[in-house]
């Protein structure tokens, strides 16, 4: 029971180096939501899909990109990493809102220097 | 557009006292989902209370209990003689249409 699987958990890149956090859930769920949450702050809400092939922005979109090619994963591209992406990157997952709850992934430390 | 706002940044109570934590929210959307979490310092999400738009009776879970009211559009969270274990950063959060965010969130500190 695998629940919502992030890779890697933690990674230091290089200023203009670029990396994909993976996440995938085996629950079938259809929505996805990748967050940043920086040191003493909220989560902020970065992209968010409501089902395969449909991604769309959230709060704090620049600087990523996501694809959702299948229900399963929804991977986070950072491209051209700068220190202001530094954060703990959480991706989460649910069934449309029907009142089931969101079931987040561990986290993953991402530090760009 | 959808916005949750946690006025509260830091509240410091004294063990066994009770402590309100306040959310207030705004959406056009009709339909939405109301939820708190807690983040303890290991930095995990931990799911407290998940509330529809169209069930506005209060709940009462142990200690904890929550009170909201669409008419100020307010879901606050109240924890009843609290102990040192409550301390945490709190989490208010409204989803709807599928855009799930996240209010700042309050950290509570509970000292002995």
């Known amino acids: 029971n695998a629940g919502v699987t992030q890779t890697p958990k933690f990674r230091i890149l290089k200023i203009g180096q670029s990396m994909t956090l993976q996440c995938t859930q085996d629950?079938?769920?259809?929505?996805m939501y990748w967050y940043r949450q920086d040191p003493g702050m909220g989560l902020k809400l970065i992209y968010y899909?409501?089902?395969?092939?449909?991604?769309d922005k959230g709060e704090v979109p620049n600087g990523y990109n996501v694809s959702r090619s299948t229900t399963e994963d929804f991977p986070l591209r950072l491209e051209l990493a700068a220190p202001s992406q530094t954060s703990v990157y959480f991706c989460?997952?649910?069934?449309?809102?029907?009142?089931?709850?969101?079931?987040f992934g561990e986290g993953s430390w991402l530090t760009v220097v | 557009a959808q916005k949750v706002t946690q006025a509260q940044t830091e509240i410091s109570v004294v063990e066994k006292e009770d402590v309100t934590l306040d959310c207030v929210y705004e959406?056009?959307?009709?339909?939405?989902?109301l939820f708190w979490y807690k983040q303890p310092p290991s930095g995990e999400l931990v799911f407290l209370i998940r509330?529809?738009?169209?069930?506005?009776q209060n709940e009462i879970s142990g200690r904890y209990s929550w009170n909201f009211q669409k008419s100020t559009s307010s879901f606050n969270f109240t924890i009843t003689a609290s102990q040192v274990v409550d301390s945490a950063v709190y989490f208010c959060?409204?989803?709807?249409?599928?855009?799930?965010?996240f209010g700042q969130g309050t950290e509570l500190s509970v000292k002995p």
């Open positions: 989460a997952s649910s069934f449309p809102d029907s009142g089931n709850t969101i079931y």
């Open positions: 629950m079938n769920h259809n929505y």
């Open positions: 899909s409501v089902g395969a092939g449909i991604t």
């Open positions: 959406t056009r959307d009709t339909t939405y989902y």
């Open positions: 509330r529809n738009s169209f069930d506005e």
């Open positions: 959060a409204l989803s709807a249409r599928g855009k799930l965010i």
